[in-house]
């Protein structure tokens, strides 16, 4: 079965079309789930268009808008139910360029690891387009500040655009995954490295959204804070009942 990409989507009518093209187009065929937190712009209208005329586009409505934590979740199960054996992320606005998701699978189908990471930092390089330096700083430094916390050495902890082998994630008890935010991204390479899964970077450039609105708030920004310190407390056990 081909690899799958999850994108979730809130009211990202500007980019979605486009988006599903550009994975489509790929020299490697990758199927698509968008998991849909019910965008009051017809984002979902749009993908249900787009799959009269490609199989390979599936779509997971996810009801009221619960953060990314849940719609990733929604998905993974999905996913898993489904029988894929390599499962991505990457978001909907092109800030991670679907060029790169033939290289992050390229990695896992060599068993070089469990799970992949699109890396902006690795190498002490800062391959960020069109963000503000402030905005470059507190990324780079919220890396460091999780690499204090929790002892991942990780260049890019934050990092959304990620793959995963199946093996990973039917290990991971997906229920006991707390965060809705970004902390989301934390906490399932946290659980992967404590679980001891070998996790790789591979560079990428990563590319601020040109249409649509950021999801970014305080709020997301305090779960995060907050919770790496919280991480240090947590029992992590492998999941016995997933398959």
Known sequence: MNPIVIIPTYNEKENIVSMLAKVLSLDTAFDI????????????????????????????????????????IAGFKWCLAQGYDYIFEMDCDFSHNPEDLPRLLHELQLKNCDLVVGSRYIGNVVNVVN??????????????????????????????????????????????????????????????????????????????????????SGGIIREALWGVISLRFKKIKPNKGQK
Not at 50 to 69: C, F, M, P, S, V
């Open 131 to 216: 963000w503000p330096m402030g905005r470059v700083l507190m990324s780079y430094f919220a890396s460091a500040y999780v690499r204090f916390f929790t002892r991942m050495m990780l260049a890019d902890a934050t990092a959304g655009f990620v793959g995963y082998s199946r093996a990973l994630l039917n290990t991971i008890n997906l229920d006991k995954i707390k965060f809705r935010g970004y902390a989301f991204q934390i906490e399932m390479k946290y659980t992967a490295y404590k679980l001891g899964f070998k996790i790789k970077e591979v560079p990428i450039i990563f590319t601020d959204r040109t249409a649509g609105e950021s999801k970014m």
């Open 33 to 72: 789930l968008v998991v849909d937190d019910n965008s009051p712009d017809g984002t979902a209208d749009l993908v249900k268009k787009a799959q009269r005329d490609a199989t390979q586009i599936h779509l997971l409505e996810n009801g009221e808008k619960n953060g990314l934590g849940s719609a990733y």
